[in-house]
């Protein structure tokens, strides 16, 4: 009996294990799906869910973190690698449907702040993240700029720092250019899974409850 019960113990975990493996499989990369759902050990301060960002204006209704698959696929991968470190992913920002581009557009008219809602942005495909790193007690870790600072300081060519931040923006970097991500120049926070400007602009919503 007891050798039964094993059985049908690791046929139903296995049946499960399939069942779930074979639905991830059917999920095409290009679906949009929400971070959470594919795991928790992530933090969030999603900035344009309130006003404390440079806008000065919470623009999203309510903070959530959608995302094209495979851009997800690439976010749990690079958070796995941080985590063995004693590290975690803060997200900032994610997916942003067009509609929010046109509205931050519409607060702050400027190319060199806001990309132009007529051309798109990354994040507007889904393929972008806005991230810095925590430590085992949340603590983010001191990457020499806030969020959203547009100063050449917040340059990965930027120089002029100590090297406690340069040790840290060069961690988040490397792991995440590791990760199938490109990094962008002026903003040290601002990461693009490989390919993503191949991707539609989308304006879809996600619900509030």
Known sequence: MRTLWSL???FFFSTINTIHAQTD????????????????DFVYDMKYATADNFLKAKVYDCPECLLRFKTVKALVKANEK?????????????????????KMWQIIPNPEYVAN???????????????????????????????DFFGPEASHFYENLPDEVKQNRLLLKKIMRKSNFISFDS????????????????NAKWNCD
């Open 8 to 10: 049908f113990f690791l």
């Open 25 to 40: 499989e059917t999920i095409a990369d290009s679906s949009f799906v929400n971070l959470k759902d594919y795991s928790a």
């Open 82 to 102: 941080f985590m063995k470190k004693g590290y975690r992913i803060k997200i900032y920002d994610c997916y942003r449907p067009l509609d929010i581009q046109k």
């Open 117 to 147: 809602p007529a051309k798109g942005s990354i994040h507007n495909r889904g393929g972008a993240v806005d991230i810095t790193l925590v430590d085992s007690t949340g603590a983010e870790l001191d990457m020499g700029t806030s969020f």
């Open 187 to 202: 903003e040290w926070w601002h990461y693009n899974v490989k390919n993503a400007s191949k991707e539609k602009v989308s």
